[in-house]
C-alpha cells in the first residue's frame, strides 16, 4: 500500500496509461480524482467508493482549478498530480500542419501540464508535500516519435518539470515527467491496428533492444514510484520508459552473442 491515504488526481484516466495508473494507485491505497474528456466515470465505476470521475479539459484553467477543490472538498486535501492527458494530433508534417493544429496540440499536451503544476502545487504543499507527474514522451527528446507540435509540446512538458522543480524550492513538491516510448493505448491504436492489418504485427517495437512494444502498466509503475515516498530524493527528472529505444543512436543493431566483424 505505498499511495494509503494520499489523495491524486489523475487527467486522462479514461483509457491508456491514465486508465493504468489510477487502477495502480488505487490498489496501492489511493483516494482518486479522475478527470478526462468523457469517460472517466468508467474507471472510477471499476475502482469503486474511493474515486469519482469527472468530465474535465485538462488544458483549461477552470477545470483544473475545480479537480483540485473536489479533492479538497471530497478528501480532505491533495498529495499527487498526475498530469497525463494528451493528443497526438495525428503525423501531419511541418508543412501540412495549421497554427490551430499547434495551438491546440500545445493548449492539451504543454499548457495543461502547467495549469496542473500552477493549482496542484499549493494544495500539494498544504500538506507538508508530494508529486507532480507529467507525461512527456520519447518524442520530447528528439524528432521521429510523432508530429512536429508533439514532440515541441513534449519536449516543453521536459523542460516544464526542470523549471517547476527549481521554482518549487523549499515547498517539499516534487516534479519529475516520464517519457514513454511506444505503448498500445488508444493514441496508438491506428499504429498497431495498420500493422497488424498489413500482416507486420511482430514488427512493432523492433527498433528498440527489448523488441516489442510497451503496456500501459509499464507506464503506470514507472508513475507509482514517482508518486511515492520511494522516489523521495528524485525531482526534476524525465524518466525514459522506453524498452532502449532512445538509448541508441539508429545504427544497424547486432543481435545478441553476433560480433561487429
Ligand atoms: P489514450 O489511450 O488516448 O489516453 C489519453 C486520454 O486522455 C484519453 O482518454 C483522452 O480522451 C484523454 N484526453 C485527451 N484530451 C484531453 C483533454 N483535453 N482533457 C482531458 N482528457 C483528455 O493515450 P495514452 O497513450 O494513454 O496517452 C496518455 C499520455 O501518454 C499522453 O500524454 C500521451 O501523449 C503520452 N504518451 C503516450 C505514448 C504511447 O505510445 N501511447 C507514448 C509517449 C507518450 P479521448 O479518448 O476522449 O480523446
Known sequence: MRLKDKVAIVTGAGSGIGRAAAMLFAA?????????????????????????????????????????????????GL??????????GGLKGIFE?????????LRVNLIGPWLAVKHAAP?????????????????????????PAYSASKAGVISLVETAAAQLVGSNVRVNAICPGLIETGMTAPIY???RDKGRGASIGQLNPLQRGGEPD???????????????YVNGHAMVV??????????????????AA
Open 79 to 88: 498529495d499527487i498530480m498526475f498530469a497525463n492527458a494528451g493528443i497526438s
Open 193 to 195: 491496428q495498420w500493422a
Open 218 to 232: 509499464e507506464i503506470a509503475k514507472a508513475a507509482l514510484f514517482l508518486a511515492s515516498d520511494e522516489s523521495s
Open 123 to 147: 494544495a500539494i504543499k498544504e500538506r507538508g508535500g508530494g508529486s507532480i507527474i507529467c507525461t512527456a514522451s520519447v518524442a520530447g527528446l528528439r524528432a521521429g516519435a510523432g508530429g
Open 28 to 76: 496501492e491505497g489511493a483516494k482518486l480524482i479522475l478527470a478526462d474528456l468523457d469517460n472517466a466515470d468508467e474507471t472510477a465505476e471499476a475502482i469503486g467508493a474511493n474515486a469519482r470521475g469527472y468530465a474535465a479539459d485538462a488544458g483549461d484553467e477552470d477545470s483544473i482549478r475545480r479537480l483540485v477543490r473536489q479533492a479538497e472538498e471530497h478528501f480532505g
Open 97 to 105: 500542419q495549421t497554427p490551430e493544429d499547434w495551438q491546440e496540440i
Open 242 to 259: 522506453d524498452g532502449g529505444l532512445s538509448a541508441s543512436h539508429p545504427f544497424r543493431k547486432l543481435a545478441y552473442g553476433q560480433t
